[in-house]
């Protein structure tokens, strides 16, 4: 794979677990009962995700210029609907698997 498609996969991953990390707060602190200190925890991992992009120093012009929504061959595909279950647990991980491709991204991108 060229650098472009793994800025491509870095970007989609980071932008998931970010989204993942989010669900995982709200349902901590809206849901019931409300568990305000891991809501918290919740939000501090969110923003470390946030910042991971800045620690991998690439710089955000070069991942953002990769993007190409338009050309995704999977963004036509229908949604799995893996609705069952605890959206807790999913979300979870949802997050672990893409903190999994950031980390191969990342190598891949010489950003370790």
């Known amino acids: 794979m ?6 491509r996969v870095l970007d989609a991953s980071l932008n998931r677990a970010r989204e993942a990390a989010r669900v995982v707060e709200d349902v901590l602190r809206l849901g019931t009962p409300a568990r305000p200190s891991a809501a918290a925890a919740a939000r501090g991992l969110r923003h470390a995700v946030g910042d991971h992009r800045t620690a991998l120093r690439i710089p955000e012009a070069e991942r953002l210029a990769a993007r190409d929504s338009r050309g995704d061959p999977g963004a036509a595909a229908a ?19 893409a903190l999994r491709t950031v980390e191969e991204a990342a190598r891949a991108l010489g950003a370790d």
Do not use: S
């Open 2 to 7: 060229e650098r472009r498609d793994w800025l």
């Open 79 to 97: 949604p799995v609907d893996d609705g069952a279950g605890d959206p807790l647990i999913r979300n979870l991980a949802r997050l672990q698997e």
